[in-house]
């Protein structure tokens, strides 16, 4: 842990302060979208560290918290060394390159970047993959809340009162007491910790019994969420449930990392497992080149750049805050990616594996558990057959803070505080998803319907949210964690080559084409490890399971799609390559 906190602050004194001066030329002076176009609704502009905390919040999904966790099948070090040298050089860089693009181009999206430095083909191919990326991430991200919230009433009440928290704050901080940020901070604070500790009282109550919810109804319940998250103003609902979710967050992961430091727990998960060869239990495949599109968002995850073309740039206040938000906000979740590993390699492996796969599944591998049956009685729920990786997790982290002095009676709290934090985390990347795939949908309706592309016509805003929600409800109604989860991230990292496709065109378009290899290193890194692992997959996973009885229709629509966004992404990789070879852009930047 010492040694990556020490690798994470070098790189952004370093490298970030590097690609600044270097590419970018941050330019104090200039007007950014946030002024030049302010709106009240979608450009606004928004103090530096209350945007920090809205797009660490947006990005930070369950990706860095459940893809190390499902990654640990595969033993402890390949994840972490993926997490560390990941999101310095990859994940960071991207996130950085486009969100400055994005505020020099009046907050356009990654779409309208494509089509401008790439062309128009390619620009009508990345706005059809990134509408299927977006709806395929957010059916894999939602996964993870239905398996950690079904049947608990405790984390539905804590998770569902920070909704009505976040709308107190937007209306107090911007009708009320306009400004007091201070002020609505810490009534949201007080608010969720509130929920989190009067949560165990309701179990028995008659509230507690509406509020245990079946997997199918806190997926309806996330959708009616995304749907009003999409269509409300972002001062009202998106940013303050961001900026208070990124309070805990940022907070959380701060104890966490004490309490590792503190306490020093042993990682009882091997550093490289049995199944680093493949037939693992939960992720299918060998860690190469799976390992990379398990651990995903930790690293890079190509859906950041939807939030850094999407609601960011329409907020920036000053070109200064793009540095600290763009690469700072992803070295921070790549901490918390790495916080996570360790937390879950504290388990037992027969502990771990009893709760991330089905128990049916479990009873076949020959495992023994060590502290299952004492971990849900401390807990106060079954954790056995919890797949996603969202429970394993509050698990250690659970372990983690009651090892802590004088918490040691308090394991209950502690995991429901924790799934309460994990839950945030993924519901924040579910508005802003939601959000930015209602805009996508409106700009390629638009070039049909033009009064699809209107952002502020209602029909419009409210049918394409429609589209988008029931989109990803249905694949999370219809699928699971060995179908979604490679398929998501399979679609994030393909996402990730198209941003960093569209960043270096970028580069090479300012005239700055000697230092292209910043985002050309990972862009044939991340192309060559995700191209394989989807076909692969294709191969090994989806249409095997397209021809066993009841998984036709899944497999097929899981290969179709694969192969849909694969194409997208070859497509958009040979227009970037034409268009720089016939604009001779390479030769005359050396």
């Not at 966790?69 to 050089?89: I, K, M, R, S």
């Not at 509130?194 to 509020?211: D, E, K, M, P, S």
Request: glycine share 12%; charged share 10%.
């Amino acid at each position: 842990m010492i040694g990556a906190l020490c690798v994470l602050a070098l790189a952004y004194r370093y490298y970030s302060a590097f690609i600044a001066a270097r590419i970018m030329s941050l330019d104090p002076a200039r007007q950014t979208p946030s002024h030049l176009h302010s709106d009240g609704a979608d450009y606004h502009p928004t103090s530096r560290w209350v945007l920090f905390g809205h797009h660490f919040a947006a990005i930070a999904g369950a990706g860095p918290l459940i893809g190390p966790v499902l990654a640990a099948q595969f033993g402890f070090l390949p994840g972490f060394l993926w997490l560390l040298c990941g999101v310095v050089l990859a994940g960071a860089v991207q996130d950085f390159v486009i969100l400055f693009a994005s505020t020099r181009r009046d907050g356009k999206s990654l779409v309208e970047i494509a089509h401008m430095e790439i062309g128009h083909t390619a620009g009508l191919t990345t706005a059809i993959a990134v509408l299927f990326i977006i709806i395929v991430a957010l059916a894999g991200l939602g996964l993870a809340v239905v398996n950690a919230l079904r049947e608990s009433a405790w984390g539905v009440f804590s998770i569902g009162s920070s909704i009505p928290l976040a709308l107190f704050m937007g209306w107090y901080m911007v009708r009320f007491r306009k400004g007091k940020t201070t002020e609505a901070t810490l009534i949201g604070v007080v608010g969720l910790l509130a929920a989190v500790i009067f949560g165990r009282h309701i179990g028995g109550t008659a509230l507690g019994r509406t509020l245990t919810l079946s997997a199918v109804g806190v997926t309806w319940s996330m959708g009616i969420y995304g749907f009003i998250a999409s269509v409300l103003p972002v001062w009202l609902l998106l940013v303050p449930r961001d900026y208070l979710s990124s309070y805990m967050k940022i907070g959380t992961i701060a104890v966490l990392i004490l309490g590792i430091l503190w306490i020093n727990p042993p990682i009882h998960q091997p550093m490289f497992s049995a199944y680093v060869h493949g037939g693992g239990p939960i992720i299918p495949g060998k860690v190469f080149p799976f390992v990379f599109i398990t651990i995903a968002c930790g690293a890079i995850s190509g859906f950041h750049a939807l939030v850094g073309s999407g609601t960011t740039p329409k907020m920036i206040n000053s070109e200064l805050d793009i540095r600290p938000i763009g690469y700072g906000a992803m070295l921070m979740e790549g901490l918390v990616g790495i916080t996570a590993l360790i937390a879950c390699s504290a388990l037992h492996p027969g502990d771990y594996f009893a709760i991330n796969v089905p128990v049916a599944k479990f009873a076949g591998l020959g495992l023994q558990t060590t502290n299952l049956a004492a971990l849900s009685s401390q807990v106060g729920e079954n954790v056995a057959g919890r797949a996603g990786g969202a429970v394993s997790l509050a698990v250690g982290m659970a372990q983690v803070f009651t090892a802590l002095p004088g918490m040691g009676r308090y394991m209950s709290y502690w995991y429901h505080f924790a799934i309460l934090f994990e839950a945030l985390f993924i519901l924040t990347t579910i508005d802003a998803g939601t959000r930015v795939g209602r805009f996508v949908l409106q700009e390629l309706l638009g070039k049909v319907f033009k009064s699809f592309e209107k952002t502020d016509s209602v029909v419009s805003t409210v049918m394409s949210s429609l589209v988008v929600v029931g989109a990803w409800v249905y694949f999370i109604l219809t699928g699971s964690v060995s179908t979604i989860w490679p398929m998501f991230g399979i679609a994030n990292q393909l996402l990730a080559v198209i941003a960093l496709t569209v960043g270096s065109m970028v580069i090479l378009n300012m005239g700055k084409g000697k230092y292209v290899w910043v985002t050309l290193a990972p862009l044939v890194f991340v192309s060559t490890t995700t191209l394989t692992a989807g076909w692969q997959s294709l191969w090994q996973n989806f249409i095997p399971l397209a021809h066993r009885p009841g998984g036709a229709l899944t497999g097929s629509l899981n290969a179709g799609l694969t192969v849909m966004m694969m194409t997208c992404v070859l497509i958009i990789l040979v227009s970037a390559l034409r268009r720089s070879l016939q604009h001779k852009m390479v030769l005359k930047s050396l």
